[in-house]
């Protein structure tokens, strides 16, 4: 999977002699180069990949036939002038939300006569449209999360540490042939579930309480990304009323999603259900965001976000109530947005599961 | 463990007004603080940290009682004005080498009267020198390694995927406690152990091959890092000369390793080995580098380091001989510089062990 020729789009785009790309994800993205180490040069003329000996043989499969590899031994940046990749260029778009003020100096030092221009998000909203390979990625990379939530509700059980299930989930991922997670799984038992970003502890599974278990893995590159809440032993009143609540503001979201959408306006569906449920206080982050080669990017569903949802933008839609000092939940599905609403990539149970 | 004292001479140092601090592995070595959105301001008359709503009493209990905690619902530039934190500042250092083009730009278009300097490796030197406790911390992750190594000889065989292996790895670490891996586990079978940075494949392990083993975790913040080759069945003399060549080699650097010696020197010794079996042109990597907070850190031991290795500095050494198309052979340990040589933090055994 490579978008040479969108990306190339961009010399015309930005009125520029040469753009480099130079944040992995997207470099990976322009050209399908899978390795850690990488630049990209795109010219009217060419199109080049700059990497380290560790990546020869791999880049050259991996990257379209138009494309030149170049393999440096001394750093990509040298590679640039060694290798006369900014020749006669004028101006040079660069990626100033990534590249460091070090970075910027070092080429300003190597090439005087070129007018370095600043952009930011160069890729930002082009990668977040999904081609439909790319949605089948993100799709088998959640199907082994998915599996692993299917599974866990039989082995997770009271008296197990946090610590000891996110292993098992991480364990089970990897045996199910995921590259590696997408971020460290989040289990969040009791009080802790109160914390949207809690980290495991050795805090045991009690009954009579929640937990909220969010995680995914990255599948040729793609990540998936899940969150249920399930309840150890019987769940009182208070839980089952919070947590019908925000699976009625998950289930209003999936149902109004569409392309065109603007993303607040999204996030506002979900919200406008917890508050009339008087929860959208304890609703302290936004509904979602987009996934694909990173577990976050472009679009943002929030309140602030300016953005308006295109059609193949794959989003998660997760809202949750964080009661402080009591309980958590949340319900997190990936979605992708179409012209007439959404498709959800998201296969596991969403009704509130009691494990004994 | 903190260094706010080592960190607020820097304003001396480098004759400024503040100091930003944003690289979060420095963030953390300055303050303590474990969370993963921060940013330092060190002033003469106060030291200031900046975080988000997440961290608001983990950042109190865990920075020194004379920080002030800044709680930012805005991102943590805009407090820098808000909460009036360059007020009089007329030159601000900060690094050049981590904060992206656009950082710089909005702090420069917000705080048009201050001069910002930028300087690169802020603190890579003085976070290289480990203090007793950083150093313990090393030891107590590395000893999660050993242990989970240990147990490997007894569940390995043949058979096993690398993936598989990998998996079991992670699994591992995290039951005893690691909170994440430091890098993701290098399992490489025969052939694939040629690359020094080979990924897991769903290759099987079979008899009469090596198996490059190469793994570390995170505790307490602090990583390890430990790579061992282990046979499967009965290696060939081929596999066995070379196994013993690049222990002789390691063992020598063990050996010559101590404070005040020239990282390319240290090199040189295991290179020196290498080269009188034949071997020094199988070797494609450095001998080694700084472990901490990061996984890889300052100081590069390399043929082309121009470090000197300061006491309190610890370091992988991992000589390694890599033979393409056929196998790999890495062996590494972590060793703290010592004025009168080394102390290895790294218990596993280094005999050539054969798994049946």
Not at 163 to 170: D, P, Q, S, Y
Request: with cysteine; glycine share 10%.
């Amino acid at each position: 999977m490579h978008h040479l020729s969108t990306a190339r789009g961009l010399l015309d785009s930005h009125d520029v002699d040469a753009v480099l790309i130079t944040f992995i994800p997207n470099v990976r993205w322009t050209t399908g180069f899978t390795g850690s180490n990488g630049l990209v040069v795109l010219r009217d003329d060419g199109a080049h990949l700059l990497t380290d000996g560790r990546y020869r043989d791999q880049a050259r499969e991996e990257v379209p036939g138009e494309m030149e590899v170049h393999i440096m031994s001394n750093g990509l940046d040298s590679g640039l002038a060694d290798e006369g990749l900014l020749a006669g260029a004028k101006r040079v778009a660069f990626q100033s939300d990534h590249v460091t003020v070090d970075r910027r100096t070092r080429w300003g030092d190597m090439f005087t006569d070129v007018e370095f221009a600043p952009v930011s998000g160069l890729l930002t909203h082009a990668a977040g449209v999904k081609s439909r390979d790319e949605i089948d990625a993100i799709a088998a990379s959640q199907r082994i999360t998915d599996e692993v939530f299917d599974e866990l509700l039989s082995w997770l059980r009271p008296g197990l540490t946090e610590k000891e299930v996110a292993a098992e989930i991480v364990y089970r991922h990897m045996k199910k042939g995921a590259e590696k997670m997408s971020f460290d799984p989040i289990v969040a038992s009791g009080p802790n579930g109160a914390l949207p970003h809690a980290r495991p502890t050795a805090r045991t599974l009690r009954d009579g309480e929640l937990v909220v278990i969010d995680m995914g893995c990255f599948l040729n590159g793609y990540a998936s990304d899940m969150t249920r809440t399930v309840a150890i032993g019987e769940p009182d009143d208070d839980m089952e009323a919070a947590y019908a609540a925000v699976l009625e503001a998950q289930e209003a979201a999936l149902a109004e999603a569409r392309a065109g959408m603007s993303a607040s306006d999204l996030d506002a569906v979900a919200r406008d259900v917890l508050a009339s449920h008087g929860l959208d206080d304890a609703f302290s982050h936004g509904l979602g965001h987009g996934v694909g080669l990173q577990i976050h990017e472009w679009p943002r569903v929030s309140r602030t976000s300016e953005d308006d949802l295109p059609a193949g933008a794959v989003v998660t839609i997760e809202p949750g109530v964080y009661l402080n000092g009591r309980f958590g939940i949340r319900i997190e599905d990936i979605i992708v947005l179409e012209e007439e609403g959404c498709r959800n990539l998201t296969g596991s149970t969403k009704s509130l599961t009691r494990i004994d």
